[in-house]
């Protein structure tokens, strides 16, 4: 059977040590070839298993170490090529890695897609025939359920305005090549369709932004914190996670050391991680280095980077700060229970606008006003609140990343001068992605949208 | 009393767009056939405007000759004006179009039918159908002559149980005041067809030498006429011009003041009209704030002097379309030749249609044109074609065609009308194909050609001046991806003329081609070609390389189209035995009966649940007779 390949999480999301991404179909150990870093996955044995690190293919950094398998077909469940990525449970990892075979050509599974596989590749026997059909109607009529609620009335509202753009400049396309005669109807030129195709690109770019938002507080607010050695990391973890009493996990790899600690802070969710360095009060700077810090920060939303005011400021810290410079950054004096050595002043000043709470862990002062600052940064910031139920759901990001890709082909074909109906194209195809999102792709629209727009005919 | 008046393979009950091209592709295909019609005089008539064409339809007028069908040449050499429209845009939306002598077009058509060895042409008024055990038979005239046939196609347009309307005034008729067909209409009824109502209408005629010209702006052909017919060498050289008038606050104030009077808003006309059709007190209501409205003045031929006013399409009284005529401007002293009216008439819902054309309730029956709830003789004439195709193919036990949507603006229409229906008269428009990139004007005979021969509509001739130049541009672009041009002063200054920039290496012709700046006729400057090519040649050679890029895209797309059109769905299959198919999508399934998965995904009502539990109840009828064979050879 020549059907494309799918992709899913097939393990339920946020419960349990491990995740698992599956792929099936043709294209399946391709995909996930690509995004490896370990055997030649093109050439391994079918039926094995295969350790080795995810790199992202953009960036070219690691994302996460994995246990691959491999199964051809047909011997597999779908009786098509299956890869499946063992991965850490945390929501994060696995949704990146799923994106990122989505992002190499898989397309996203639908519900039951892969039992539905199965069965047109005939690998389930007849009488389990009828179970099929109807966990199909279930699946799809339930997904169908939660996408329609997922869907905030905001962005369906928006979506739908981005496809009136969108459709009203087709339809003037159209009537411009079904009507050439019509002189009442302006041509439609390429700046104008320039115009209005750039302002859709910037909407969905905002949208996908705000998807990135939303995504830290469904996911937490991965937050690292930094220091020297003895500066009271591992006390401030302790304290953050005893004070709000760790929400849930305390995952320990199978094949590496993390632990993530989820704890709230005054509806903050925040996701404390790569924390081998935190646990062991050893110098995260100078166990894995100045690059690898980066590294780690990279991928933060939020940094505490904690200072001694017990003792004065050192290269190092200041190394740090220079390294915090552009994030979302807390910065916190600990010990001030112990005498001043350190200039406050000095510390004003690196610190530019970032928050400085002066605290005593071992006195258990200062917490309230470190949260109160994290709740301030996050909900009294960037991120309006109203704004955080937009895109949540993977396909809707998806399709949305879809779409952003062919108004960027559309607007590559204006730079290019293409004749203005095959840029259409890609507009029209931008308008039938949207309409996946709100659940309305029916054809006929557009030709509706053409005669109430403009007075046509003979 | 009845008598026997003879045996046919195929009998055409109409002898307009669709029935002409029904007849002769069904001659063409070696049935002996029958076509019958209420004047001898009408043959090919066009009833409203004079023209025949345009964007979406003139590409269907190039599928009907690709596939040895009679409007392209007929067309080419009664023209009075040619005009390529779109030139600005894409190769995909070029569009021809033809202002058409009227009387010469039927003359022409009818002389082309005479000259065909295996049809009869006889002036006749069919009132009923043989039809028994439920299969039609032949048709049984007014004159009680029963005619006997294998297969009989219905092509009657607005005929069945017309209605003409103007003003207050109504009166049952054909258009242009012709003899309607009534009781063929109650018999299709009696039949069990479901009709609807639907409407269209046609602007006054007036005398040119009534029209003061001078206030409007001539619309001329194009200096060098193109063709319709891949068989036409010879251009019409005096070309008659078209002129553009304008209608003003003045006309929309009488409009305005006579609204009560129009047919349209007295509730006299029930019937559905089409909304790219507006009459133009339609148009004056529906965008009250556009001051004007064109008009085109088209002749209706040569050796006549009455005009065609188009966009003027009204059902108004005779005495408010006098005023309204002379309100504009050129037209103050114009005189009416035959007033505007709406016609309203019986249609067959298209959905009770196999994808052949063939009654699904009646086997034999076909029906074609305008009475399958389409408008446009192009429309008609594709149905015509396909319906004689097919029609001839079940009298002969031969091969039957069905064009699918990627083949043709041909399949596309005729899918559309057999999955979804029509709530009003249906028109080809260019944004009803996914695939226009590859239905164009340009390679209907590279789309059709080969399917044409195999099924015996074209001659041997014919096919092989087709494969010469399918062999010419593939020579030509091999050539070109071999040919290499090195960056030079002379080349950079012709890059520089033709708006691009400079070259920086070395490349291949093919690939200079791709940019979009870059003509063959520039190409051609730079690596000459040995021989002169034929300018269809060189034009397919640009728009094949040029465009690549989208083509491929499209021809993507089909792709994964055609795995759901492959997928066949078993014809006794039981819509009702599927657990777990929606209650809706079970009614329309019943009611389309698609022949493929992928046509059953286009019917509304229809969504991807539906589609996906289809496709595993299919599979697994597919496994069931596997296993079935498996264990009789065991």
């Known amino acids: ?46 039926h094995t298993l295969h350790y080795g690190k995810i790199i992202d293919p953009d960036s070219k950094t690691m994302i996460e170490e994995v246990m691959v398998s491999v199964m051809r077909a047909p011997k597999t469940f779908t009786r098509e090529n299956v890869v499946e990525i063992n991965c850490h449970g945390g929501l994060a990892s696995v949704n990146r890695l799923l994106e990122m075979s989505l992002q190499l050509g898989a397309r996203l599974a639908e519900p039951g897609e892969f039992t539905k596989r199965a069965f047109l590749n005939g690998r389930i026997d007849l009488s389990q025939a009828e179970a099929v059909m109807d966990l199909i109607r279930a699946k799809t009529d339930k997904a169908m359920g939660v996408a329609v609620k997922q869907l905030d009335g905001k962005l369906s509202k928006l979506i739908k305005r981005l496809r009136q753009e969108l459709i009203e400049t087709v339809a003037h396309v159209e009537v411009n090549i079904d009507y050439p005669e019509y002189d009442d109807v302006e041509e439609m030129t390429k700046n104008i369709m320039l115009e209005k195709t750039m302002l859709v690109y910037q909407e969905i770019e905002r949208l996908l932004a705000m998807a990135r938002q939303g995504k830290i507080l469904r996911e937490g607010i991965s937050t690292a914190i930094i220091g020297r050695p003895n500066v009271g990391k591992s006390s ?223 | 009393m009845v008598y026997n008046a003879g045996h046919f ?25 029958l076509m019958l019609t209420l004047n001898l005089d009408m043959i090919a008539f066009m009833p409203c405007n004079p023209s025949i064409g345009g964007p979406a339809k003139g590409v269907v007028v190039r599928e009907i000759d690709a596939l040895g ?29 033809a202002q058409a002598d009227k009387p010469l077009y039927i003359q022409e058509m009818k ?36 005619y006997y046939a294998k297969s009989v196609i219905i092509t009657t347009g607005t005929f069945m149980r017309g209605s003409v309307i103007i003003g207050d005034l109504s009166y049952q008729s054909g258009p242009n005041n012709q003899r309607p067909s009534v009781k063929l209409s109650e018999h299709l009824e009696e039949l069990g067809f479901e009709l609807v109502r639907f409407k269209t209408g046609t602007p006054p005629r007036v005398n040119a030498n009534t029209i003061d010209y001078s206030k409007t702006e001539i619309q001329p052909g194009d200096d060098k006429p193109s063709h319709f017919s891949y068989e036409t060498t010879e251009a019409i050289v005096d070309q008659i011009p078209c002129w553009l008038t304008y209608t003003n606050e003045k006309t929309h104030q009488i409009i305005d003041d006579n609204l009560a009077l129009s047919a349209m808003y007295s509730g006299m006309i029930k019937g559905t009209g089409p909304r790219y059709c507006p009459s133009i007190e339609d148009k004056v209501v529906r965008f009250h704030d556009k001051p ?73 029956l076909f029906t074609a044109g305008q009475i399958n709830g389409t408008s446009g003789y192009e429309e008609a004439a594709g149905q015509g074609l396909m319906a004689g195709i097919n029609a001839a193919a079940r009298a002969l036990e031969i091969e039957s065609l069905i064009l699918d949507r990627s083949q043709a603006y041909i399949g596309v229409l005729i899918d559309d009308l057999v999955t979804k229906g029509t709530n009003e008269p249906y028109r080809l428009l260019t944004s009803r194909a996914e695939y226009r990139l590859l239905l164009r004007h340009d390679n209907a005979d590279i789309r059709l050609t080969e399917k044409a021969y195999q099924l015996g509509l074209i001659s041997d001739e014919r096919y092989q001046v087709f494969q010469g130049k399918v062999a010419l541009i593939e020579q030509e672009k091999k050539r070109l991806a071999k040919q290499t041009i090195k960056p030079s002063s002379e080349i950079d200054q012709l890059l520089n003329e033709a708006g691009g920039t400079a070259l ?18 520039l190409i051609k400057r730079l690596v000459p070609a040995d021989d ?71 019917i509304s009502g229809v969504n991807p649940a539906d589609v996906s539990i289809l496709l595993v109840y299919i599979e697994q009828g597919q496994i069931a007779k596997r296993t079935s064979e498996v264990e009789h050879q065991a």
């Not at chain 1, 491990?18 to 055997?39: E, P, Y």
């Not at chain 1, 993977?394 to 960027?408: F, G, P």
């Not at chain 2, 009075?80 to 845009?89: H, S």
Request: glycine share 6%; with cysteine; net charge negative.
């Open chain 2, 69 to 97: 069908g009679l409007m392209g040449k007929v067309i080419d050499k009664t023209y009075i004006q040619m005009r390529m429209l779109n030139t600005g845009k894409g190769p995909a939306v070029r569009a021809l179009r």
């Open chain 2, 504 to 521: 920086k290496e070395p490349i291949k012709a093919l690939d200079l081609l791709k940019r979009p700046e870059v003509s063959y006729q």
């Open chain 2, 532 to 602: 002169t090519l034929p300018e269809e040649v060189e034009e397919q050679v640009e728009i094949q390389v040029k465009y690549q890029g989208y083509i491929d895209k499209s021809n993507q797309q089909v792709d994964r189209m055609k795995k759901m059109e492959n997928k066949v769905i078993p014809e006794n299959i039981d819509y009702d035995a599927i657990s777990g198919l929606a209650t809706e999508a079970k009614q329309k399934l019943k009611k389309v009966c698609p022949l493929s998965v992928g046509q059953a995904s286009r």
């Open chain 1, 236 to 458: 401030l973890m302790n304290a953050l996670v005893q004070e709000n009493k760790a929400i849930v996990t305390d995952i320990p790899g199978t094949t590496r050391d993390v632990i993530e600690e989820y704890v709230n802070v005054r509806g903050v969710p925040l996701r404390l991680v790569d924390t081998a360095g935190i646990r062991d009060t050893e110098d995260i700077v100078e166990k894995i280095g100045v690059e690898r810090s980066r590294q780690v920060l990279k991928e933060a939303d939020l940094v505490l980077l904690v200072l001694n005011f017990n003792e004065s400021l050192t290269e190092q810290d200041r190394q740090l700060f220079e390294l915090v410079k552009d994030l979302d950054v807390i910065i916190l004096v600990n010990k001030t229970d112990l005498p001043n050595k350190i200039d406050l002043n000095e510390v004003a000043g690196l610190a530019k606008d970032h928050a400085i709470v002066n605290m005593s862990l071992i006195e258990e002062q200062g917490i309230d006003q470190l949260e109160e600052a994290i709740a301030r940064l996050f909900f009294a910031g960037q991120i309006e609140s109203d704004d955080l139920s937009y895109v949540s759901n993977v396909r809707h990001i998806q399709l949305l990343k879809q779409a952003l890709a062919t108004l960027d082909d559309a607007m590559s074909a204006i730079n290019a001068d293409m004749p203005i109906d095959l840029i259409q194209i890609d507009v029209t195809r931008t308008w039938e992605l949207l309409g996946e999102i709100v659940g309305d792709t029916v054809q006929d629209s557009l030709i509706d949208q053409l005669f109430s727009q403009f007075c046509l005919g003979k």
């Open chain 2, 292 to 364: 004007r409205h064109q008009i085109f003045l088209e002749p209706e031929g040569r050796n006549t002097e009455e005009v065609y006013v188009q966009g003027f399409s009204t059902s108004l009284p005779e005495a408010v379309q006098h005023e309204m005529l002379r309100s504009i401007e050129g037209l103050e002293k114009a005189e009416i030749m035959r007033s505007g009216y709406a016609i309203e008439y019986d249609s067959v819902v298209p959905t009770q249609l196999w994808p052949t054309l063939e009654v699904k309730n009646i086997p034999g």
């Open chain 1, 1 to 46: 059977m020549d059907l494309d390949t799918i992709a899913a999480i097939s393990t339920p999301i946020g419960e349990g040590a491990i995740a698992i991404v599956r792929l099936s179909g043709d294209q399946a150990i391709n995909i996930v070839n690509q995004m490896f870093k370990g055997k030649d996955l093109m050439t391994v044995d079918s």
């Open chain 2, 111 to 146: 002389y082309q039918l005479e000259k065909l060895e295996n049809l009869t042409i006889r002036q006749a008024m069919v009132e009923r159908l043989i039809v028994e055990d439920g299969v039609c038979k032949g048709v049984l005239t007014e004159t009680n002559a029963a």
């Open chain 2, 9 to 33: 393979d195929v009998i055409v009950i109409g002898a307009g767009h669709a029935g002409v091209e029904a007849a002769n592709a069904a001659v063409k295909r070696g049935a002996k056939t």
